[in-house]
């Protein structure tokens, strides 16, 4: 499984744009990005998965370079409630479980 | 939208107790998962299980766990003999296939504390 980096946390306000970065150096050929969401006291939820370049939702974008050993995670004009812990996945065929790293603590403040 | 849901949502038990943690897959998915957290930590993968027979387990995953599914609607988590390091939250999921694309969708959480 390939091991991923990302930043502990980061403080934003509301109405600014949101980037978080993971870096994942050895990702596989098979493997895709995949990011959740985790409330305090609740599951994680999943927000967006991608391959290669770029995928949009209705919640966020995930811009993926032509190398793939890295990922940027963009929440546009973020507000109270996007405060969570964000984790970034890179997982393959091998199997059905998700493997969660540290995540990245985001603090959204007025 | 469909969801998956936990009970108890918080469970206090005595070590060496055995508990059940109870959960409701999304009705058509196929594959059911239990992870837990403990307090301040990184979610972890317990086991998966899928066509009645686990399929993936990780080393937490001792013979003090087993996991059921006693009908057609519910999946169950046991823990034998609690111990204190037990305590944390455990999250059920469930998704329609396995692997990387299909989303893994989480329940609340039972919050066990283990006295």
């Known amino acids: 499984l390939a091991k991923t980096t990302q930043p502990i946390s980061m403080d934003s306000y509301e109405g600014q744009e949101v980037n978080i970065t993971c870096s994942h150096n050895n990702i596989a050929t098979n493997d895709y990005i995949t990011w959740y969401q985790q409330f305090p006291s609740q599951g994680p939820r999943f927000i967006i998965q991608?391959?290669?370049t770029k995928v949009t939702n209705e919640v966020a974008s995930l811009f993926i370079p032509a190398d793939r050993k890295s990922s940027t995670l963009s929440l546009p004009r973020v507000s109270l409630s996007d405060t969570a812990v964000y984790y970034c996945l890179v997982g393959g065929n091998a199997g059905n479980m998700l493997t969660f790293g540290g995540g990245t603590r985001l603090m959204v403040k007025p | 939208e469909p969801e998956v849901t936990q009970t108890p949502s918080h469970q206090v038990t005595q070590m060496g107790q055995e508990v059940i943690l109870r959960c409701v897959p999304i009705?058509?998915?196929?594959?059911f998962y239990w992870y837990r957290q403990i307090l301040g930590q990184k979610v972890e993968f317990l086991v998966s299980?899928?066509?009645?027979?686990?399929?993936?387990k990780s080393e937490i995953f001792d013979d003090q766990f087993s996991v059921e599914r006693p009908d057609g609607s519910n999946f169950t988590l046991k823990i034998r003999s609690t111990k204190l390091e037990d305590s944390a939250m455990y999250f059920c999921?469930?998704?329609?296939?396995?692997?990387?694309?299909?989303?893994?969708?989480f329940g609340p959480g039972t919050r066990l504390t283990v006295t």
């Open positions: 009705s058509n998915h196929l594959y």
């Open positions: 299980f899928y066509n009645n027979e686990i399929s993936e």
């Open positions: 991608g391959y290669k």
């Open positions: 999921a469930s998704s329609e296939e396995q692997g990387p694309l299909y989303e893994q969708y």
